[in-house]
Nanobody
Framework: QVQLVESGGGLVQPGGSLRLSCAVSRIIVSFYAMGWYRQAPGKQRELVASITTFNQSDYADSVKGRFTISRDNAKNTVYLQMSSLKPEDTARYYC??????????????WGQGTQVTVSS
């Protein structure tokens, strides 16, 4: 079965950086749109970033200019580079494989998530 395995989360100080990775097995990621969601305690899950099969990316307003989504098709891996991290970025981050419907990203398959904590 298809698996999405996230890694790279952890504890970081405000202003720091982290790179999350999402390794995908049993499917060729270049054929699919991919995205990252996050969910903080007591909050709804929100779409952070998505990327099309043509490597066009889109971001939530709250992370624009700070986060970058990318893919390495040779490694079948998707990344989320996060910089200038803020305490409000603290959440569990989920990788997903999806598609675009009427220009909106729709997730289909999810990973288990990786925790990011931004704190001094």
């Amino acid at each position: 079965q298809v698996q999405l395995v996230e890694s790279g989360g952890g504890l970081v100080q405000p202003g720091g950086s982290l790179r999350l990775s999402c390794a995908v097995s049993r499917i060729i990621v270049s054929f699919y749109a991919m995205g990252w969601y996050r969910q903080a305690p007591g909050k709804q899950r929100e779409l952070v970033a998505s990327i099309t099969t043509f490597n066009q990316s889109d971001y939530a307003d709250s992370v624009k200019g700070r986060f970058t989504i990318s893919r390495d098709n040779a490694k079948n891996t998707v990344y989320l580079q996060m910089s200038s991290l803020k305490p409000e970025d603290t959440a569990r981050y989920y990788c997903n494989l999806g598609r675009y419907v009427n220009s909106h990203y729709v997730p289909d398959l999810w990973g288990q998530g990786t925790q990011v904590t931004v704190s001094s």
